[in-house]
């Protein structure tokens, strides 16, 4: 879905598919914008995905949980420069210090009761270990001549 689509919905209707109000959509449209322009300044091309789409990849990311397969497909750009922009995007906004929530520290002093549990559950890519056989060295050894030799024929006399 394009952010064209979506921006003469009701201020409850936005909030719904994107999780923020429509004024701080605004903001954060123009917090983008600028660094944007300080980015690529005036000597780059386009972009595939306009600043406010980017915008709205980003939640239907992170608050769906949808791979950026499914998320690219529908915006129609690749996967890589779906995974770009979001990350751009979250980097900008945590760097203009309006937009990021706030650390465990102010969480621990306030006295406020909080309803709300956020889980990060990004996709990360798993370390696990290569299966490797019990004797391997690591080196990758070629079969020497005579042994490739003395195989063919013990092969070819034994059958």
């Not at 598919?17 to 780059?44: F, I, Q």
């Not at 909080?114 to 080196?139: F, H, I, M, N």
Request: aromatic share 8%; proline share 4%.
């Amino acid at each position: 879905m394009k952010y064209d689509n979506i921006k003469n919905y009701k201020q409850e209707e936005f909030r719904r598919l994107t999780g923020v109000k429509p004024d701080t959509s605004s903001v954060m449209v123009e917090v983008l914008v600028r660094a944007y322009a300080v980015k690529h300044g005036r000597c780059c091309r386009s972009p595939k995905l306009s600043i406010e789409d980017m915008l709205l990849a980003t939640p239907g990311y992170l608050r769906e949980y949808s791979t950026y397969t499914h998320i690219a497909a529908d915006f129609g750009i690749s996967e890589s420069n779906l995974f770009r922009a979001v990350r751009w995007v979250e980097n900008t906004l945590v760097k203009d210090g309006r937009f990021h929530l706030p650390g465990k520290k102010e969480l621990v002093k306030s006295d406020a009761q909080y309803e709300v549990v956020l889980v990060d559950a990004t996709e990360t890519p798993c370390e696990r270990q290569k299966k490797q056989r019990k004797r391997y060295s690591g080196k990758k050894k070629t079969v020497p001549a005579c042994n490739a030799i003395l195989q063919y024929v013990c092969r070819r006399n034994c059958v």
